[in-house]
Structure formats: structure tokens, C-alpha cells
Nanobody, 123 residues
């Protein structure tokens, strides 16, 4: 199992930006896919963005496409989520995840999870 530690969450106004970081205890290259998910109170956890560690290809949820960017720094074993043009509906706990299988914005594809970092967007 890999340990994943998220950071970078906080409170911002609508239209603002945040960059989340996910530091892995080992090489992210061990995992086929790294991703970001979020869960708002009373809602199910949903996929936000994933990145294929081997080639860097990405997949985004429709709700964040064009506003969020997932990236990786293999030298630092870190995955990032740059979030721009934030909206109140982006408010949630954001989780980093690692998976060895199919790379898609589906929670079942991921095996290891971080503890999460809170993002709050006010209108």
C-alpha cells in the first residue's frame, strides 16, 4: 500500500483558485493511475480528474473540464490538481487516490486513498 497525503485545501471566494498536492510515500510510477475525487456532505464520492502515470494522459469529469488541471511530478512523487474559476458547488472534501487498473474517474478503479483536504468556496 502507498501512503497518500493531500494538502493545499482552504477557503476561497467564487472565481478564485487553489492548487492541491498529493504526496505519495513511494514512486507514483508504481501505480498505473493517480486521481482526485471529492465528496460533499450528503453526497456520494465522485471522480474529478485522473492521470495515467505512464504517459500523462488525463480524464476529467464534465463538471470541472476547462477549469481544473491534473498534473504529476514523478521526481517528487507528487500529483497536483490546479483548480481555477472555483464555484460554490466545488465545495467538498478532496481525496487523492492511486490505482493499478483501469484509469477512469470511477472510485472502484482505485485501491489506495488519502485522508482528504477540505475545499470551501463561498459565493
Amino acid at each position: 500500500q502507498v501512503q497518500l497525503v493531500e494538502s493545499g485545501g482552504g477557503s476561497v471566494q467564487a472565481g478564485g483558485s487553489l492548487r492541491l498536492s498529493c504526496a505519495a510515500s513511494g514512486s507514483t510510477a508504481r501505480w498505473r493511475c493517480m486521481g482526485w475525487f471529492r465528496q460533499a456532505p450528503g453526497k456520494e464520492r465522485e471522480g474529478v480528474a485522473v492521470i495515467y502515470t505512464g504517459g500523462g494522459s488525463t480524464v476529467y469529469a464534465h463538471s470541472v473540464k476547462g477549469r481544473f488541471t491534473i498534473s504529476q511530478d514523478n521526481a517528487k512523487n507528487t500529483v497536483y490538481l490546479q483548480m481555477n474559476s472555483l464555484k460554490p458547488e466545488d465545495t467538498a472534501m478532496y481525496y487523492c487516490a492511486a490505482g493499478a487498473g483501469f484509469c477512469g474517474v470511477v472510485t472502484d478503479f482505485f485501491d489506495s486513498w488519502g485522508q482528504g483536504t477540505q475545499v470551501s468556496v463561498s459565493s
